[in-house]
């Protein structure tokens, strides 16, 4: 116990220094603008914004990255109540009930609601992110190279089996991802593979590119094709403090939709979207008069938002003590690390700790931050949702080539953004989620490297991985996982529970 406090006293002292705290306003800020923009979700913001990470310190660049996170899973509430239309994926949900209680005048519970529910499920989910941290960590580090790879794949099947769709598309999706992390150099030998005589693919695909074509441009373009009505609340918002009977009703459902949101972010394939169905579904279920649900119910709003919130937090678990990210968005904060040289997983807390406890440190404060930005400002978010989307996405488009192309100095990384924008946009008309293949893209080198060690260590045999109890279990745990997938009857739950 008193280890854990002198830790956080040290990630409060790197928290708490003005230019991080000013990096975390600019993060909660920013997430919290592209949570109310419809359209442009953390994913697609976090690949634009990576270039302009460059040039700061780990730390802050971070800090920075995170806070558009869990920044976004706050501001998606806002347009989502107002509008009928979710900022961003894990909002979707609130639309339901939210939208229903801001046309009955009470958009201002709704709204204080969620920001309640996401602050009270932000601080939980970090303390469980702090003491998680050390015994995680300490369990990693009996992890050999055969261990790593089966968790690996374990975290995608995972990915596999969460990813909405057909299961074949999903593995598809990492398979394609895996093939593109080996273009480049042989990681032992140097030679070149898979490079097609192009000089500028010898280094590789370069991870923003591949984030930034399919996740920026292929939204900005999926998007535009969409007609959308915004019906926004007119009337002027006012009641912001909700009232005791509020406050009761929605206590248990802010409390079940912190744990389940907990628990739904550290599995790999899972985080926000997940969790906030999930708490929706449940509430109903338990609920004494689910058919309230739908028509204006605070339990609606409360759980989505809490679990969202708790899901988005304790998703940096597994990447920050394993170095596996759980989710997409994790994945590009993989991406995000490895430019600043650091390398994610068990040795990033003992010889790194200042980050480590930096950042968890900065999520207490960037949740505080997203309550005083979030409830006062209104107003703004209100006069914000009426800018046509046509208006924004030049800048956009500008501002993505700048960073882009600011990477190497090379117009070949813009063109390859271009060619990935169109892939992402068909994968997406196709019913293709791309998200799979990131995780996939990402994980290869680190899947490769740690299969090509194990080999080494067991001089080529193969059944290392099935003879190393722990090893044994991680891919046992992903067979069953996939089998299970693939049966009708689980097929047809798990088309019926996405449609849902």
Known sequence: ????????????????????????LVGALVGTLIGVLPGIGPLATIAML?????????????IMLAGIYYGAQY???????????????????????GHQMARQGRAGPALSIAAIGSFFAGCVSTVLVAALGKPLTELALLFGPAEYFSLMVLG?????????????????????????????????????????????????????????????????????????TREIVQAKVTGLMPTLK??????????????????????????????????????????????????????????PESANNAAAQTSFIPLLTLGIPPNAVMALMVGAMTIHGIVPGPQVMTKQPELFWGMIASMWLGNLMLV?????????????????????????????????????????????????????????????????????????????????????????????????????????LATILLVLAVLPMIRARREEVFTE
Not at 50 to 62: K, Y
Not at 268 to 288: D, L, N, Q
């Open 372 to 476: 005083v930005i979030n409830l006062p400002l209104v107003g703004m978010w209100v006069r914000l949702l009426r800018v046509p989307y046509r208006h924004l996405f030049p800048m956009i488009i500008i501002f993505c080539c700048i960073g882009v192309y600011s990477l190497n100095n090379a117009a070949f990384d813009a063109s390859m953004t271009a060619i990935f924008g169109l892939v992402g946009y068909w994968l997406v008309k196709h019913d293709f989620e791309p998200a799979p293949m990131l995780l996939g893209f990402v994980l290869g080198p680190l899947m490769e490297e740690n299969l090509r060690r194990a080999m080494l260590i067991a001089r080529g045999d193969a059944t290392v991985f099935v003879t190393r109890p722990i090893s044994a279990t991680l891919l046992a």
């Open 75 to 97: 501001g998606g509430s806002t347009t989502s109540i107002l509008i009928n239309i979710p900022g961003e994926s894990s909002s979707v949900v609130t639309c339901l009930d």
């Open 156 to 228: 995608l099947i995972f990915a596999v089996v969460l990813a909405k769709g057909s299961v074949l598309k999903a593995i598809a999706m990492v398979l394609s991802g895996l093939m593109m992390s080996m273009v480049g150099s042989d990681l032992e030998t140097g030679a070149e593979r898979m490079s097609f005589g192009i000089p500028e693919l010898s280094d590789g695909i370069g991870f923003v590119v591949v984030a930034m074509g399919v996740f920026g441009f292929g939204e900005i373009m999926r998007n535009l094709e969409q007609v959308s």
């Open 50 to 62: 990576l270039p302009i990470t460059f040039g700061l310190p780990p730390v802050g660049a971070l």
């Open 246 to 303: 509020d406050l009761k009703a929605a206590a248990g459902a802010i409390g079940r939709g912190t744990i389940l949101g907990s628990i739904l972010g550290i599995l790999p394939g899972g985080g926000a979207v997940i969790a906030a169905f999930a708490a929706y579904t449940f509430e109903k279920r338990i609920s004494k008069t689910p058919e309230r649900f739908g028509r204006g119910a605070i339990e609606g709003v409360a759980a």
């Open 1 to 24: 116990m008193y280890e854990l406090l002198a830790n956080l006293a040290l990630g409060f002292s790197i928290a708490l220094s003005p230019n991080n705290m000013f990096l975390c």
